[in-house]
């Protein structure tokens, strides 16, 4: 496919076929670009493969209209990945040249990724608000935000809001509707969250919004009244924070439940106050330590009438756990994801950081901690 340049020179592919980046190039930074150009006639043919992860997939690209450039439709290579390049064109004396070359890109030695909350496939209640943390401090806020997608059917708007450099919360103005369907799209493999630290994940995650229930806890009146869809479901004795260490008031989501779990005060700075190996019925409400929980050994005189806890929501249990008592009904009827508000106590509001309690903070507000206002 050789010719002759304009003072009887063979040329090569190489001179009618200009490819960059260089053929056999090593780690390629991913803001290089890659291209494929003739200085004189028309390409007829391009394509790019990227090989990744043991998989090959085709890169699309452009063609300029006069034949003579192609460009990638995504100018930003991927990482740690080997491109194959094949071009075939002709010169302005109709001569076909073509050429091959390969390159690969960097391998970054720092990777970042993130947690879901909620797991893949699960059912949740209204409550629950779409949490991801990562592993590593996040300094590009917006780059990665905009790598992540969250949608619902019904439609809904979902709005991003971030806590500090390594969580980032997703949720409505209001719960979701029971029976919505929402995707997480999380595209941040390769994105830089902070500089040298590149995303690893190609990821989506899907779940559905069960009924409604949303549970009021007045602190004043030892009660706990439990409605699903609207409607009253049970009133339910209980006993609150002691007047020393009050439960948080504000909303909170249960995030976790126990048939049975192990509370040590020291994991929470309360010292050596309490260690109760097999706590029945237990369903986290906040990461610093609020549990709504079964509870055998406080006087059954006490749930109605007296706040004794170290800041938890007690519920009358038996020993190893009982679905006939107060709590083993209400857990019974709980999901991840329903809502338990506290009102009347003497401690202020919970943080919309501390577990999913982002529902206390208003919706504006909440709209201002996206890092792409």
Request: aromatic share 8%; glycine share 10%.
């Amino acid at each position: 496919m050789n010719g002759l340049g304009t003072l009887g020179k063979p040329q090569s592919p190489k001179d009618v076929i200009q490819i960059s980046p260089d053929d056999r190039s090593k780690g390629v930074r991913p803001d290089e670009t890659l291209s494929v150009r003739v200085s004189s006639g028309r390409l007829e043919s391009v394509r790019v493969v990227k090989s990744q992860d043991a998989q090959e997939q085709p890169v699309p690209g452009r063609l300029s209209a006069d034949g003579r450039r192609w460009e990638p439709a995504d100018t930003r290579l991927a990482l740690a990945a080997e491109y194959t390049v094949d071009a075939v064109a002709r010169d302005d004396q109709g001569r076909r040249f073509a050429r091959h070359t390969t390159f690969t890109t960097y391998v970054p030695e720092e990777r970042f990724i993130a947690y879901v909350t909620p797991e893949h496939r699960s059912v949740v209640g209204t409550g629950m608000i779409v949490s991801l943390g990562f592993n590593r401090e996040i300094t590009d806020r917006a780059a990665v935000e905009r790598a992540v997608r969250v949608t619902a059917k019904p439609a809904v708007e979902i709005r991003p809001h971030w806590f500090g450099r390594d969580r980032l919360d997703f949720r409505p103005e209001h719960y979701w509707k029971p029976g919505t369907e929402v995707t997480v799209d999380l595209r941040l493999r390769d994105v830089e969250g902070a500089p040298g630290v590149y995303g690893l994940q190609y990821k989506t995650v899907t779940f559905t919004v069960g009924r409604s229930q949303v549970s009021l806890v007045d602190a004043e009146k030892h009660t706990m009244e439990v409605r699903r869809d609207g409607e009253l479901l049970g009133t339910v004795p209980i006993t609150a924070g002691a007047p020393k260490t009050p439960t948080y008031n504000g909303k909170m989501v249960v995030t976790d439940m126990y048939e049975v779990t192990r509370m040590n005060g020291s994991t929470v700075g309360f010292g050596g106050e309490y260690d109760i190996p097999d706590v029945p019925h237990a369903m986290r409400l906040t990461e610093s330590g609020t549990f709504l929980h079964g509870n055998y050994w406080a006087a059954a005189r006490t749930f109605g009438d007296t706040n004794v806890s170290h800041g938890c929501i007690g519920l009358r249990d038996e020993k190893g756990g009982s679905s006939e008592t107060p709590a083993g009904w209400f857990f019974d009827r709980t999901l991840v994801g329903d809502v338990v508000e506290v009102v009347n106590s003497k401690d202020k509001k919970v943080a919309p950081d501390n577990g999913l309690g982002g529902w206390n903070m208003g919706w504006n507000a909440w709209k201002a901690g996206s890092a792409l206002m």
